[in-house]
C-alpha cells in the first residue's frame, strides 16, 4: 500500500507545478503585491477551518505560539515567497521551478544541522550529485548570467529553514492550524510592509487576473 504521505506530496507537487505557469499569465500586477493577494485569499480560506480545529480540540495558544507563527509567517510569506516571486518575474518559469525544487537538499541540510537527522550514504550521495546539478544549471560563471535566478537560490534556501522550524510547530498544533496561522501572520507583516513602501494592493485586478 503506498503511503498516504507520498500520495499527498505528489498531489501537492501536481498542484504546485502549475503555480509558475499562472503567474507567468498574470499582467499589470507586481511581485509583491500579487505575493500578497494570493496569500491573503489562502489564508482567508483557511483560518475558518483552523478556528474550528483550535475549538474542537480545545488547543490553547500563548503569546510565545503567536510570535513563532508570526516570525516562520515572515520567513516564508514576506521574505521567501517574495523573493520568489521576484525571481519567476525575471527570469523563465521552467528555471525558476527547477531551483525551487531543489528545496529537499537543502532542508536535509538544515534537518542535520537543526535536528540532527543524519542522511544515509544514498541520499548523501544524492545530495552532493543535486547541488552539483544545481551549479550546472544555474552556470553563475558565463557572461549574461541572470542574476535573479540568486533570488530563487535565497528563496529556496530559507523555504527550506522554514520547512524544518515548521516540523516542531505542526507536531504540536498540527499541520492545518500551523500552516493557515504562520500564513496569517505573514500575510498581514507583508500588508504593511507594502503600504511603507506605498505600492498598489488592488490595482491591475482584472477579470482575467481574477481568475487566474
Known sequence: MINRGYSYLGITSII?????VVSKSIRGIEAIQLNLLRFLIGSTVLLPFA???IR???IVLRTRDFISFAVLGFMFVSVSMV???????KSSASLTVFIFSSSPLFIMIFAFLLRRERPNTLITFGMVTGIFGLTLILNPFVSGFN???LYGVAAVI???????L???ITEQ??????????IACGSVTLFFYVLYLGLPIFSGITWGNILL
Not at 504546485?16 to 509558475?20: D, M, N
Not at 530559507?158 to 524544518?164: A, G, K
Not at 498544533?173 to 504562520?182: C, K, M, Q, R
Open 51 to 53: 478556528i474550528w480545529e
Open 147 to 149: 542574476v535573479y535566478s
Open 83 to 89: 523573493l520568489y516571486q521576484i525571481a519567476l518575474a
Open 158 to 164: 530559507i523555504f527550506s529553514l522554514y520547512t524544518v
Open 16 to 20: 504546485f507545478g502549475t503555480f509558475e
Open 173 to 182: 498544533f498540527g499541520n492545518l492550524v500551523a500552516t493557515a496561522l504562520s
Open 166 to 168: 515548521m516540523r516542531g
Open 56 to 58: 474542537n480540540k480545545k
